[in-house]
């Protein structure tokens, strides 16, 4: 079977151009990108007295707070319905805003690139964790929320090793694809 490598330049151009075009606009573009997730929540069994009342849960979350972008976020506002206790780390510097329906912004004046925050909830029932944040934006736009699973983190030679593996079977099915219809074609 001889290879017809001027199929496989054609097949295989665009898709390389496609990737070089996603990573030249993901590093170049100058912009915030402002994601947020839950790093936990948890309810915690405790006999203790607060303000002088018997307290047997206590509830706990943390909402995380990352600017993927190569430009500074700033005036990251995240809005409560209800706002308990709370720990930002690392620490920085905030401000607490009163908001007209009731609730409270807590607003970080700037998230550099790369830098992530984690805030702390705690508080005690019946509040629970979906009461508590309503939004997360900046100047530039909302915050994506993101759903995410722990697991473990691969070395990126490992990551770039399966990458192309799955590049290169890709561009095999795309040339079998081809011979297949070129043969039946004939």
Do not use: C
């Amino acid at each position: 079977m001889n290879i017809d490598w001027n199929i496989v330049a054609q097949i295989t151009a665009p898709i390389v151009a496609v990737f070089v075009t996603a990573i030249v606009s993901r590093y170049w573009s100058e912009r915030p990108k402002l994601i947020a997730y839950y790093g936990h929540v948890a309810s915690h069994a405790l006999n203790s007295v607060v303000d002088g009342k018997e307290v047997t849960h206590m509830n706990t979350h943390a909402v995380v707070i990352r600017n993927n972008g190569n430009k500074t976020a700033t005036n990251v506002r995240i809005s409560h319905n209800v706002l308990p206790d709370f720990k930002i780390y690392p620490e920085t510097e905030y401000q607490i805003n009163e908001l007209p329906s009731g609730g409270k912004e807590l607003v970080i004046p700037r998230i550099t690139p790369k830098r992530e925050y984690t805030i702390s909830y705690l508080y005690f029932p019946p509040v629970t964790y979906n009461q508590i944040s309503s939004f997360i934006d900046s100047d530039t736009g909302a915050a994506k929320i993101v759903n995410v699973h722990l697991q473990q983190i691969f070395p990126r030679w490992v990551n770039a090793l399966v990458g192309s593996s799955m590049l290169l079977g890709f561009i095999a099915f795309l040339y079998i694809v081809y011979e297949a219809v070129k043969h039946a074609l004939s």
